[in-house]
């Protein structure tokens, strides 16, 4: 089992960034790919970024490709996701998730956090 705690959610206005958390515990964190994904108001829940185990490998969703970094300390076990020049559209509750390899698919991930919200004003 692996729980997932994210935060570092809150109110920004366009143009800022925000810089969201999520904090492994249980089983080895390091063993894990880890994906970052959003659902909006009335939306499918969406991918946003994945990391692979080692940190080597990174995706992203062309919606936030130059704009967000994934990034992860295995020494801390987190996994961290930095969010620049944020915009309106990316208003979403943020859930981080843990999973065998970094994938754009939700349903290769075994393990969910509780979700964080973003809000950006316009």
């Known amino acids: 089992q692996v729980q997932l705690v994210e935060s570092g959610g809150g109110l920004v206005q366009a143009g800022g960034s925000l810089r969201l958390s999520c904090a492994a515990s249980?089983?080895?964190?390091?063993?894990?790919?880890m994906g970052w994904f959003r659902q909006a108001p009335g939306k499918e829940r969406e991918f946003v970024a994945a990391?692979?185990?080692?940190?080597?490998?990174?995706y992203y969703a062309d919606s936030v490709k130059g704009r967000f970094t994934i990034s992860r300390d295995n020494v801390k076990n987190t996994v961290y996701l930095q969010m620049n020049s944020l915009k309106p559209e990316d208003t979403a509750v943020y859930y981080c998730?843990?999973?065998?390899?970094?994938?754009?698919?939700?349903?290769?991930?075994?393990?969910w956090g509780q979700g964080t919200q973003v809000t950006v004003s316009s």
């Open positions: 998730a843990a999973g065998p390899r970094g994938s754009y698919y939700s349903k290769v991930y075994s393990y």
């Open positions: 249980g089983r080895s964190f390091s063993n894990y790919a």
């Open positions: 990391i692979s185990w080692n940190g080597v490998s990174r």
